[in-house]
């Protein structure tokens, strides 16, 4: 446990086992909500964005999806 990395609620340091525990589950929701990301990148990266106004807005808030894993961990943390 420090206070540089992982992911820090307050539950995460209330034991060792929470600690790893919340980071063990808060890594795998991470690693998979970035392949969605991972391929809107992919995809954009190919496409012209001329009168795409949809997909421009996918594309800006594509970085929100960072904040999906961090819910998903925060009530993870909550039920332990």
Known sequence: ???YYG???KKSYE???NW?????FGAK???MWSIPLLLIGSVTFFLRLNDHSVLKLI???AP???IIPAIES??????L
């Open 29 to 31: 929701r991470l690693m």
């Open 64 to 66: 929100l999806i960072v």
């Open 15 to 17: 034991s060792e086992e």
């Open 74 to 79: 925060y009530v993870y943390a909550k039920r």
């Open 59 to 61: 594309i800006a808030l």
């Open 1 to 3: 446990m420090n206070r």
């Open 7 to 9: 992911i820090r609620f």
């Open 20 to 24: 790893y525990k919340i980071n063990k």
